[in-house]
């Protein structure tokens, strides 16, 4: 918590404790259903919930995927996964992160490469304002 104010302050909401006393994401069996657990992810929120859920569902060895996040205050959500027999709830979670991943890059790649085509087109035209320089 910030010495001097009441909130806590606003890295607090993505980094993890430095000492070690978080984990980003720990896993329960669940008790009641086969082959099925309960992650709870820390430092996250709706943006990373959604797309994991969302590629979980691709995935022809998952049954169900679903996602809540607690309280709006907290920055945490927790995923519960069911799958097929032949796959644990963990290997589904991990092909779903590594996917995610690779999505990601695809589209990081092809925004760059459009931003550089952009760029090209720009100066072969003329002097214009250049909107991607940030880029």
Same mark, same amino acid.
């Given at each position: 918590? @910030?010495? *001097?104010?009441?909130?806590? &302050?606003?890295? =607090?909401?993505?980094?993890?404790?430095?000492?070690?006393?978080?984990?980003?994401?720990?896993?329960?069996?669940?008790?009641?259903?086969? !082959?099925?657990?309960?992650?709870?992810? !820390?430092?996250? /929120?709706?943006? $990373?919930?959604?797309?994991?859920?969302?590629?979980? $569902?691709?995935?022809?060895? +998952?049954?169900?995927?679903?996602?809540? +996040?607690?309280?709006?205050? &907290?920055?945490?959500?927790v995923?519960?996964?069911?799958?097929? /027999?032949?796959?644990?709830?963990?290997?589904? $979670? =991990?092909?779903?992160?590594?996917?995610?991943? *690779?999505?990601? @890059? *695809?589209?990081? &790649? *092809?925004f760059? =490469? =459009? +931003?550089?085509r952009?760029?090209?087109? &720009?100066?072969?035209?003329?002097?214009?304002? /250049?909107?991607?320089?940030? +880029?």
């Amino acid at each position: 918590m @910030a010495a *001097s104010r009441n909130h806590p &302050e606003p890295y =607090e909401s993505f980094l993890l404790a430095t000492d070690g006393s978080e984990q980003k994401i720990t896993s329960a069996p669940d008790p009641k259903i086969i !082959n099925a657990a309960t992650f709870t992810i !820390n430092k996250e /929120d709706h943006t $990373l919930g959604t797309m994991l859920v969302n590629q979980l $569902l691709r995935d022809p060895r +998952v049954l169900f995927a679903g996602y809540k +996040v607690p309280h709006p205050l &907290e920055n945490s959500f927790v995923l519960k996964i069911q799958c097929k /027999d032949g796959c644990t709830p963990a290997q589904a $979670l =991990e092909t779903a992160i590594q996917d995610c991943t *690779s999505a990601i @890059a *695809s589209i990081q &790649e *092809s925004f760059q =490469e =459009e +931003v550089h085509r952009v760029k090209r087109e &720009e100066g072969q035209a003329g002097p214009a304002t /250049d909107y991607y320089s940030a +880029v």
